[in-house]
């Protein structure tokens, strides 16, 4: 269903899910607004950024997998979807996509996330 490089990058997604558990929750107006990240540092920035805040966006409990799992979960699979429209610049089926899951106020934060994280992996 997906190939060997969205697996690599739905374990990276994974694993800042992991680190992020024990964290506290992040507002996502806040955090995309204090995003400025460049270099090094801003792949991990966004990424945990957008693990941190995704579960404010969706109107239930996002499920996550441990890294390595073969198993993908509905909302890996959209995440992955989504940063694969952004990577493709399919804007109309990525605000359809955003449109299923997120809450319309915050829309324009998980897209610019996604948006940043597709930056980070180029080759999606």
């Given at each position: 269903?997906?190939?060997?490089?969205?697996?690599?990058?739905?374990?990276?997604?994974?694993?800042?899910a992991m680190g992020?558990?024990?964290?506290?929750?992040?507002?996502?107006?806040?955090?995309?607004?204090?995003?400025?990240?460049?270099?090094?540092?801003?792949?991990?920035?966004?990424i945990d950024t957008?693990?941190?805040?995704?579960?404010?966006?969706?109107?239930?409990?996002?499920?996550?997998?441990?890294?390595?799992?073969?198993?993908?979960?509905?909302?890996?699979?959209?995440?992955?979807?989504?940063?694969?429209?952004?990577?493709?610049?399919?804007?109309?089926?990525?605000?359809?996509?955003?449109?299923?899951?997120?809450?319309?106020?915050?829309?324009?934060?998980?897209?610019?996330?996604?948006?940043?994280?597709?930056?980070?992996?180029?080759?999606?």
């Open positions: 269903m997906f190939n060997e490089h969205e697996y690599s990058i739905l374990n990276t997604l994974r694993l800042a992020c558990r024990a964290a506290a929750r992040t507002d996502l107006f806040e955090a995309c607004a204090l995003l400025c990240v460049d270099g090094e540092d801003a792949r991990r920035t966004y957008f693990v941190k805040c995704l579960p404010e966006a969706l109107p239930r409990r996002i499920k996550w997998f441990r890294p390595g799992t073969t198993e993908i979960s509905f909302d890996e699979a959209w995440v992955l979807r989504c940063l694969s429209r952004v990577a493709a610049q399919d804007y109309d089926s990525l605000g359809f996509l955003l449109r299923s899951q997120i809450d319309p106020a915050r829309r324009r934060y998980i897209g610019f996330l996604l948006g940043r994280i597709s930056e980070q992996f180029p080759k999606i």
